[in-house]
Structure formats: C-alpha cells, structure tokens
Nanobody, 126 residues
C-alpha cells in the first residue's frame, strides 16, 4: 500500500509560481514511475507531467511545457511540481499518482497508475 499526500496548493495571481509536493508513505516509491494530473471543475482529469524512477526522464503535457518542472527526491520519498508563469487556465485540483507495476514507461495514461493522493487545490486569479 502507498499513501500519497499532496501539499503546496493555494491562490496565486497570474504569472506567479507555486511548488507542489507529494509525500509518499507506506512503501518506497523510488521504483515507481510517478506523475501529476489535474482536474478542473466540469472537466475530465488530464495529464500534467510524469517522471521516471531515477528522475532522468520527464514527460509534460503541451499546455505546461516550459512552465512546469517535475522532480523527485527518492531519499525523501517525495515528488515535486514547480509551476511558474501560472495562468488562470491552470486552476484545478492537482493529484499525484504512483505506478507501482514493474513497467518503466513514463506514461500519461491515468489508468496506468495504481495509487492517487487526495489532491491539492490550485487557483490562479487573473
């Protein structure tokens, strides 16, 4: 079992920055592909970013490329998302997820992830 707890969300003006964290407990996630997804009101959940086990391979949605940076600290069992140049359309609940299967694919498919956090709200005002 893996428990994931996100933090760092909040209200920020457009152009501002936030750093999300996702702390894992229950078992180490150093051997898991991990990702961030988001869901805005009335919209489907969408992929934001994912990172390989070592942190060396990263994938981003086109909408956040160049503005967001995913990273991980396996010693701390923690995943991060640095969000810069935030836009109102980034407003959503952000979820972290872990794929504990043997797969090493840095996948954008939500169905490939086994564990999810409860989410943290990010609101960007214009």
């Amino acid at each position: 079992q893996v428990q994931l707890v996100e933090s760092g969300g909040g209200l920020v003006q457009a152009g501002g920055s936030l750093r999300l964290s996702c702390a894992a407990s229950g078992r180490t996630v150093s051997s898991s592909v991990m990702a961030w997804f988001r869901q805005a009101p009335g919209k489907e959940r969408e992929f934001v970013s994912a990172v390989s086990r070592s942190g060396g391979l990263r994938s981003y949605a086109d909408s956040v490329k160049g503005r967001f940076t995913i990273s991980r600290d396996n010693a701390k069992n923690t995943l991060y998302l640095q969000m810069n140049s935030l836009k109102p359309e980034d407003t959503a609940v952000y979820y972290c997820a872990a794929d504990v299967s043997p797969s090493t694919v840095v996948t954008a498919r939500g169905d490939d992830y086994d564990y999810w956090g409860q989410g943290t709200q990010v609101t960007v005002s214009s």
